[in-house]
């Protein structure tokens, strides 16, 4: 690799908020690419704007995939890099990309030719399914850019080149959004909605070059010639996938465990469903620098891991712990202030309004708790026990939110829904830190080998 990481050396504390900041304009161009494109397409009219929230559940499921095969690639990698095993980290970073090339392109195929069939069972019919087909019919057959430039991008983080990271996921968001208007408008070439499609694919794929080209020169970890040795790559790919599938599933109960709460919240009639759906959007201003800082978390975690360093691990886990809890606490108390001024710029129903104040004024006391939770996972991933991650999610959704929620409907109160999802919250978050402090509390002295009984 060009240069060593600096996740193993320096003051941890500076290292986590330097990549923090680094990482802040990425974090954002994530949640941009849909806004952009939702942007657009608003202006083509209704139907159009129909037929993109149809997509957005499959897009976000298999996101989740992707996501969780880049966490599998990422956090070996990151073992390897802080062990000092360059030639075992470029053999993971290329037989895990061609693993993301033939995964991504075997669900876009198989999305494609069962393209109709999906979107009924969501509820399309009439003239949206038209629209949907001419959107999927791109993302499914290029959306192989997306997952491979995802996946690039971890990898650069993982190495500690997070600068660069974020600099290519917002040119990547610079692009879409002057190309959406180009290809969805008829002064361009009046694709419509298709249009959002092929923009998206566009940029992905420029940012996917770039991102190559960086592991390729800049960090050397593309060794095409180790796919030669099929023993190898197979070793490879069940280290990867070890990793990366209890990831998956952690992160699509999510998207099931949101859908399961709308239809808990749909019994509190339409006010409730609009007010709540307003306010969650909200939720992303107070994750914002927190998720950017959790982006270099888990791979800083595993450098230090495979480099023997746990005394490290355990100073991260301290300032990640207490920086989510305070900060998520300072944010807590400004939607509380703050709450009745900021819901009149979304909606003019005062039944809607109220609902939003209340949703405001209860659930982000537990976004501190929601963030270590999150935090916890990226701490059992990254110490080689990334069952401990799925574990941690299938109890904040599975055993607390759905049951505690399901009692608040029960009882029929939307103050007690949101007084649940505040109890599930800090629950799980409790739990998982009390977890990962016997987890790290039972590391050996550094140097030391861990030996997996």
């Not at 190309?179 to 009046?190: E, R, S, V, Y």
Request: charged share 10%; glycine share 12%.
């Amino acid at each position: 690799m060009r240069k060593k990481a600096n996740y193993l050396s320096g003051t941890i504390g500076k290292t986590m908020f330097k990549t923090a900041l680094a990482m802040l304009p990425g974090t954002i161009a994530v949640s941009g690419y849909n806004l952009a494109d939702t942007y657009f397409v608003a202006k083509l009219g209704t139907l159009p704007l129909a037929a993109m929230g149809f997509t957005f559940p499959v897009i976000m499921i298999l996101g989740c995939i992707f996501h969780g095969l880049g966490v599998g690639v990422m956090a070996t990698v990151a073992h390897a890099v802080g062990g000092a095993k360059s030639v075992k980290a470029a053999r993971l970073v290329t037989s895990g990309m061609l693993l993301i090339v033939i995964i991504s392109s075997l669900l876009g195929l198989l999305g494609f030719l069962t393209m109709d069939w999906t979107f009924r069972q969501l509820g399309a019919e009439g003239g949206v399914c038209k629209l949907i087909s001419d959107y999927m019919n791109i993302w499914y057959l290029g959306c192989v850019t997306g997952a491979v430039g995802m996946v690039g991008n971890s990898l650069l983080v993982a190495v500690g080149d997070s600068k660069l990271a974020g600099f290519f996921m917002m040119f990547g968001l610079i692009m879409n959004v002057l190309l959406d208007p180009l290809f969805i408008f008829d002064w361009g070439f009046g694709m419509g909605i298709a249009g959002a499609a092929l923009a998206t694919v566009i940029a992905q794929l420029c940012g996917l070059i770039l991102i190559l080209t960086a592991l390729n020169k800049r960090h050397r970890l593309l060794k095409f010639s180790t796919l030669a040795e099929k023993r190898l790559v197979r070793s490879a790919w069940k280290q990867i996938i070890r990793f990366a599938v209890p990831s998956m599933l952690g992160m699509i109960l999510m998207p099931v465990g949101n859908g399961v709460i709308t239809r808990i919240v749909a019994n509190f009639g339409d006010e409730a469903v609009a007010a709540t759906a307003a306010a969650g959007r909200l939720e992303v201003i107070a994750f914002m620098f927190p998720m950017s800082l959790g982006v270099g978390l888990m791979p800083m975690i595993a450098q230090n891991y495979g480099g023997k360093l746990y005394s490290r691990i355990i100073r991260c886990r301290k300032i990640a712990m207490n920086f989510a809890l305070y900060y998520e606490i300072f944010m807590a108390a400004v939607y509380f202030i703050a709450a009745p001024y900021i819901v009149k710029y979304f909606t003019q129903d005062p039944k809607v309004a109220e609902i939003m104040i209340v949703y405001l004024r209860i659930i982000p006391w537990g976004f501190g708790f929601m963030e270590i939770h999150r935090y916890c996972g990226f701490f059992f991933t990254g110490c080689n026990y990334p069952h401990g991650s799925a574990w941690l999610a299938a109890l904040r959704i599975v055993a607390l939110l759905i049951p505690l929620s399901l009692l608040a409907m029960a009882f029929g109160s939307l103050n007690g829904l949101f007084t649940a999802r505040l109890a599930a919250d800090m629950l799980a978050g409790g739990i998982g830190w009390i977890l990962v402090m016997r987890m790290t509390g039972k590391l050996p002295p550094d140097g030391e080998l861990i030996v997996r009984k």
